[in-house]
């Protein structure tokens, strides 16, 4: 009985919380107009099954997981310098640590750079400007370096990029003038295959360090896999595909 409870409460939630209420809303719509206006009812109920299966785990999923297999983890990363790719700055105060100002995204990042950090002690390029912030991302990105503890002379902040393409440029141009020539290159799985462009594009040839996985193989589906609301990332792994064709052919 609690576990069938569980289950109803989460279906409940689903559709009470956008975007499960646009589904239903659509949904009823649908039901009214079903009579009077059958082509507008239609339209209503493809809508709203769009909307459905556009944000479930399992469309999320099947986006996200071409992206993260385009590159592995290595095993053994060899390289003269790391390269952390921000993704993401929420600003607002640091009362308790210099965490609290990056993103979930640039968050994950950065623990992983921080642990490649340990295992090689190589000096890291964070790479990330202002592009919707008054402080540009490295900044805060290297606070929280310095917390985690490493020494400020091994970071090497670069704050004018303001998307992957300029990432890549301005970090590619750091690693000639210091004497770089093999980079780590720190970003989430799904946004690797964009890296990795564009820093050929620059010049530079990377090593892929991609983290920060979404999807597995092998794991189990869950009614909350199918509820709408359950895979927001469809928007994110759409964004990478559109920047993809953009990078590539216009």
Same mark, same amino acid.
């Given at each position: 009985?609690?576990?069938?409870?569980?289950?109803?409460?989460?279906?409940?939630?689903?559709?009470?919380?956008?975007?499960?209420?646009?589904?239903?809303?659509?949904?009823?719509?649908?039901?009214?107009?079903?009579?009077?206006?059958?082509?507008?009812?239609?339209?209503?109920? +493809? %809508?709203?099954?769009?909307?459905?299966?556009?944000?479930?785990?399992?469309?999320?999923?099947?986006?996200?997981?071409?992206?993260?297999?385009?590159?592995?983890?290595?095993?053994?990363?060899?390289?003269?310098?790391?390269?952390?790719?921000?993704?993401?700055?929420?600003?607002?105060?640091?009362?308790?640590?210099?965490?609290?100002?990056?993103?979930?995204?640039?968050?994950?990042? +950065?623990?992983?750079? *921080?642990?490649?950090?340990?295992?090689?002690?190589?000096?890291?390029?964070?790479?990330?400007?202002?592009? *919707?912030?008054?402080?540009?991302?490295?900044?805060?990105?290297?606070?929280?370096?310095?917390?985690?503890?490493?020494? +400020?002379?091994?970071?090497?902040?670069?704050? +004018?990029?303001?998307?992957?393409?300029?990432?890549?440029?301005?970090?590619?141009?750091?690693?000639?003038?210091?004497? %770089?020539?093999?980079?780590?290159?720190?970003t989430s799985a799904y946004h690797m295959p964009r890296a990795v462009l564009m820093f050929r594009r620059a010049g530079a040839q990377v090593?892929?360090?991609?983290?920060?996985?979404?999807?597995?193989?092998?794991?189990?589906? %869950?009614?909350?896999?199918?509820?709408?609301?359950?895979?927001?990332?469809?928007?994110?792994?759409?964004?990478?595909?559109?920047?993809?064709? *953009?990078?590539? *052919?216009?």
């Amino acid at each position: 009985m609690i576990g069938l409870m569980f289950l109803l409460k989460k279906i409940i939630e689903a559709f009470l919380l956008p975007p499960g209420c646009m589904v239903l809303a659509l949904g009823g719509v649908a039901f009214w107009l079903r009579r009077r206006e059958r082509r507008a009812a239609l339209a209503c109920a +493809a %809508f709203a099954l769009l909307i459905w299966g556009g944000t479930t785990k399992v469309c999320s999923d099947a986006l996200m997981r071409p992206l993260e297999k385009a590159y592995k983890v290595p095993a053994d990363p060899k390289g003269d310098v790391i390269i952390l790719l921000c993704g993401g700055f929420r600003g607002g105060r640091a009362d308790s640590s210099a965490s609290e100002r990056l993103n979930s995204g640039t968050l994950e990042r +950065a623990d992983a750079a *921080f642990n490649l950090y340990k295992r090689t002690g190589l000096p890291m390029i964070i790479s990330g400007g202002a592009p *919707f912030s008054s402080r540009p991302e490295s900044e805060a990105a290297a606070a929280y370096m310095q917390e985690l503890g490493v020494p +400020a002379a091994k970071l090497i902040p670069e704050k +004018a990029s303001r998307d992957t393409g300029e990432n890549a440029e301005f970090s590619s141009r750091l690693c000639r003038e210091k004497g %770089f020539s093999r980079p780590l290159v720190v970003t989430s799985a799904y946004h690797m295959p964009r890296a990795v462009l564009m820093f050929r594009r620059a010049g530079a040839q990377v090593v892929p360090c991609p983290v920060a996985f979404r999807t597995g193989l092998g794991e189990p589906r %869950f009614v909350r896999d199918w509820l709408p609301g359950s895979g927001m990332e469809s928007r994110v792994a759409l964004n990478e595909y559109l920047a993809l064709v *953009f990078y590539r *052919f216009l």
